[in-house]
């Protein structure tokens, strides 16, 4: 288990480094927020339900950073029906929650 581990950290490096330009600090684990309109946001929910209570709203591009905070479940289900626990960093606050798989996209960290 652990083998397989850092074969995975080695493998996200290695792309990471091909993907990103010299200098810039990026790396895997950051997100934006896609397939919501413009002028709505991503309803982000305290438990991976749709009926749980909304604890942030994402605004494609009129949000701070988005970060993993754990495995996406159910593991193997298509994206529209995982659910993604996320820390969201805006200014002086974090919020932790749930959003669908099938609303982020890969970003480059700040």
């Keep these: 288990m652990i083998a397989r581990c850092l ?9 990471a ?3 990103v330009p010299a200098g810039a ?11 919501v309109r413009s002028d709505d946001s991503l309803n982000m929910r305290a438990k ?3 009926s749980s209570a909304v604890v942030d709203e994402l605004g494609p591009r009129r949000h701070g950073i988005i970060a993993e905070d754990g495995a996406c479940k159910p593991v193997g289900s298509p994206p529209s029906r995982q659910w993604c626990p996320i820390k969201h960093f805006n200014g002086d606050r974090t919020t932790r929650g749930w959003v669908r798989m ?7 960290c700040p």
């Design 7 to 15: 074969l995975i950290a080695a493998a996200c490096v290695a792309i």
């Design 25 to 35: 600090t990026s790396g895997w684990g950051c997100f934006q927020v896609i397939n």
């Design 17 to 19: 480094e091909m993907a």
């Design 48 to 50: 991976p339900s749709a």
């Design 102 to 108: 099938i609303y982020l996209a890969p970003s480059e």
